[in-house]
């Protein structure tokens, strides 16, 4: 194989691995209280691991001459990228209508509350999902916090409201129960008031 092609190749294997490293770290900062802004750029995943699939293929029929290898190859290539388009469009298919709504906290503009709303029309998901978020800090320091997920399970009710009751307090209240969470004032993790 001439030098120009081997090194196309360990360029395209490498961005193929590099995608999925990034995707991973963007997984890992969407949990609560990670990186907000790590997370919205990096958990991408039909960016991501579309491009990591792409490059991966393009290496692996770019890599060896060897017919039986080749085919070999471009079978199994070929069905990881029908399974994972397959995979992306029943992610969009089964997609709900979604509202947001900010509030940020009395005389703390680095503090805001976010309700996510969902509406699922079909599929196992079915249903009303609000998802409450705590927001803190500005720029790459900032965080999300998850403060509850309601609609998930059959005994979650509905979400009623979800709101600051103090510079550095949030009630959460559903038709099942209510809530309370306070800041820690160091670091800004919310904790669930017993």
Known sequence: MPRARRWLV????????AAVLLYTEGQWESRSGGLM???DLLNQPELLLG????????AAWLADRRTAVRTATRAVTVTAGVVF????????????AETRSRETAPARPELALVVVHRSYETGPQAGEHWQVLLETGTGWSAR???LADIGRGPDDGRLLQASWTGRDRITIVTDAHQR?????????EPMEAR
């Open 10 to 17: 360990r360029l395209l294997a490498g961005a193929g691995v």
């Open 51 to 58: 491009a990591a699939l792409a490059a991966m293929i393009a």
């Open 180 to 188: 309370v969470f306070t800041l820690d004032p160091d670091t800004g």
């Open 37 to 39: 802004l790590v997370a």
């Open 85 to 96: 388009l397959l995979g992306v469009l029943a992610v969009h298919k089964v997609s709900a």
């Open 144 to 146: 999300r916090w998850t």
